[in-house]
């Protein structure tokens, strides 16, 4: 099932109260393996509200006998720097085929200026998870292999799901390189990158790209390698 088919949209609610100033750029909805991203807010106090129809359409569930199928949500995270503080209506959350809830998250700022996207995943226990062990990171470009983790990094995660990866694109391009193209190695497929392709590297200083990795839906234990042209 398509993210697109189950988030209907977005509403962003008003400041609670003075505070903290800043932007995010985007934000990123993860579902079952699904990306959906859409346009940002102003920071503009310690809280912003966020409303989330959630729609179970029921799409691509045509070989399942029985077409009443409830979609489970049992937990709703938010990316660093940012918490949740209230979620309404409580999980975990069962949507029925054609049903639709309105999810109201009121999601605490950081306590400081912050511009950047904003990541909300919604997770079900009903999708098996797997163990990812990404042993070394690789960055290929311009001719080098250049090592982007300095350590090994264990998660669990669902079939499929979708990660990020932070580079620091200097470390392989200077500014005025233009990115045209990305790829990784399989199992995983490439989804998208924060900023979008193709895009440019406008500092000398630091230049932090977020490239958004969708994982195999089994057990891996290797490297992750991005080709990067």
Do not use: C
């Amino acid at each position: 099932m398509s993210i697109k088919n189950i988030v209907g949209g977005i509403f962003n609610g008003k400041k609670t109260s003075n505070g903290p100033s800043g932007s995010v750029s985007n934000i990123n909805i993860y579902w079952k393996g699904a990306l959906h991203s859409i346009p940002g807010f102003e920071i503009d106090g310690d809280t912003h509200n966020v409303i989330i129809p959630f729609t179970n359409h029921g799409a691509g569930l045509s070989f399942l006998k029985d077409q009443n199928k409830k979609e489970v949500i049992d937990s709703i995270t938010v990316s660093d720097p940012f918490k949740i503080d209230s979620i309404v209506p409580k999980m975990p959350m069962a949507i029925n085929t054609g049903e639709k809830v309105d999810i109201h998250i009121t999601i605490k700022n950081p306590n400081y200026n912050y511009s950047g996207p904003l990541t909300i995943k919604f997770g079900s226990a009903a999708n098996a998870e797997i163990h990812l062990e990404l042993q070394k990171v690789m960055l290929n470009a311009m001719g080098k292999s250049i090592k982007v983790s300095e350590s090994g990094e264990v998660k669990r995660i669902g079939k499929g799901d979708i990660f990020e990866s932070s580079v620091q694109m200097l470390r392989a391009f200077r500014k005025g390189d233009t990115i045209t193209k990305v790829s990784v190695n399989e199992p995983f497929l490439f989804v998208r990158s924060e900023p979008e392709l193709p895009f440019s590297i406008d500092s000398d200083s630091s230049f932090i790209a977020i490239f958004y990795i969708k994982a195999p839906d089994f057990d891996y234990a290797g490297s992750l390698e991005f080709d990067i042209v």
